[in-house]
């Protein structure tokens, strides 16, 4: 069985295949055609599987992925045929979810300042559910879209966040709340709930419970303003790597118990969150061919200090190898957030030498840098090396510096998982290339 999606074919394996099958499969399709192209595999069955398991151990929280983690089409249409809504952050973003059937009610505008052209659109579309966090975006939302349903955006007032800290940039003050709540009331707008974000990739879940409790505080402040707030949005932060499985479990039952706590199931409130990383990042496999490689003499490095390597030995090599894919093209997170990528190979020998390796982009930019430092089985130019866990802010943030080009896509899953999706119905889309 197979299903055209926008001109990529996903393929509908009936067994179980391991990732390294599956990029070795491409590998060998890319040399019989004589390519050095690189490519990204997405295992659409562990989209499938993992929002399953949110709706298992979250069953009070509706997912509204975010899609600027990751918008490609057909990662949206599955979401969406699952049922999950979505947290849009700019005009492009509404308008792709939208013409693939969602309607305006599953989504979130969540950007607290948001363009006016862009807010006015929202409103045309009647995508009303937004969120806030200043008196001056009341204002604006009172000459554009008065009618709008809006989330109050809150500062996390907390020692416990995810790697990514947002609270510089946006959330309302603990201090300001009560001022741009009054502000939101003279200005009669309509203020429906509260949201939050603890941050990127979060791992401490005491960073939830924080912020829950911190969201009765304002929930409390608002219906003393004559507010009948309805909505509580817990944001993302949810971790997705392969290895997260545990730690996003811990993180479900603190949720669960905090707002059991402070949010009783007998209030009538909606409950939302906007994953992104935890539904996609396992999903996607990234293959990269070695284009170029050095051979070099060891020189200090602080990143050595406890690995056993010594690069003041003059007789000690390592290899320096060079990729089609880098930091200005699906790596990118190693420079905003300096994540760490796994280099995996695909020579099987468990014998095989292993030698002190550092993995490198394209662009003559000095800091394209993949991996600084990592134990690989020697490579020859031309074969290939691939990386897990590629989901997640990779190829939405691809760039096209120094000519960089984006991979390859190849899509699948398993016959049994999408037959219990698509039972009963073709998948479609409803764009260019609409086939079955």
């Given amino acids: 069985m197979q299903a055209s999606i926008e001109g990529e074919i996903v393929t509908l394996h009936t067994h179980s295949s391991s990732t390294a099958d599956l990029v070795n499969e491409q590998v060998n399709i890319a040399r019989k055609e004589e390519s050095e192209k690189h490519f990204c595999l997405c295992n659409l069955g562990d989209i499938i599987h993992k929002y399953q398991r949110w709706t298992t151990l979250l069953p009070r929280v509706k997912p509204f992925y975010a899609v600027k983690c990751n918008e490609e089409l057909p990662v949206l249409k599955v979401l969406a045929d699952l049922g999950a809504s979505f947290d849009c952050a700019c005009k492009h973003e509404i308008e792709k979810v939208l013409n693939i059937g969602v309607t305006p009610a599953r989504v979130i505008y969540a950007q607290p300042c948001k363009q006016p052209s862009m807010l006015k659109f929202a409103e045309q579309k009647g995508v009303d559910k937004m969120t806030f966090d200043n008196v001056e975006e009341l204002y604006k939302v009172k000459k554009i879209f008065p009618t709008a349903r809006l989330v109050l955006r809150i500062m996390i007032d907390s020692e416990y966040k995810g790697n990514q800290d947002f609270s510089s940039k946006y959330g309302c003050h603990p201090l300001d709340v009560p001022t741009v709540l009054e502000t939101a009331k003279e200005l009669n707008l309509n203020v429906v709930g509260v949201s939050f974000h603890v941050g990127s990739n979060c791992y401490d ?232």
């Fill in 205 to 436: 879940s005491r960073a939830f419970s924080a912020a829950i409790q911190q969201s009765r505080q304002v929930f409390d402040t608002g219906a003393g303003l004559g507010f009948n707030m309805t909505l509580l949005d817990i944001g993302g932060g949810f971790p997705g790597q392969l290895d997260t499985g545990t730690k996003f479990q811990q993180i479900a039952d603190v949720v669960n118990s905090s707002l059991d706590t402070h949010f009783p199931c007998n209030e009538g409130l909606e409950i939302i969150a906007e994953p992104g990383r935890y539904m996609v990042a396992s999903a996607f496999t990234i293959g990269v061919n070695i284009i170029a490689k050095r051979i070099v003499s060891h020189r200090p490095n602080k990143q050595d200090k406890g690995t056993g390597i010594n690069r003041n030995d003059p007789t000690v090599k390592s290899i320096m190898y060079y990729v089609n894919d880098g930091v200005y093209g699906s790596f990118l997170s190693k420079l905003s957030v300096d994540r760490k990528y796994e280099a995996k190979s695909l020579k099987t020998d468990q014998d095989a030498a292993l030698y002190e390796s550092s993995v490198w982009g394209p662009s003559c930019d000095s800091v394209d840098c993949i991996v600084d430092s990592t134990l690989l089985p020697a490579h020859d130019v031309g074969e290939w090396l691939y990386f897990p866990d590629m989901g997640a802010y990779t190829l939405s943030s691809h760039t096209k510096f120094n000519g960089m080009e984006e991979p390859k896509l190849i899509y699948y899953c398993q016959t049994d998982t999408w037959n219990r999706l698509y039972s009963e119905k073709s998948y479609q889309y409803n764009g260019p290339n609409n086939t079955t």
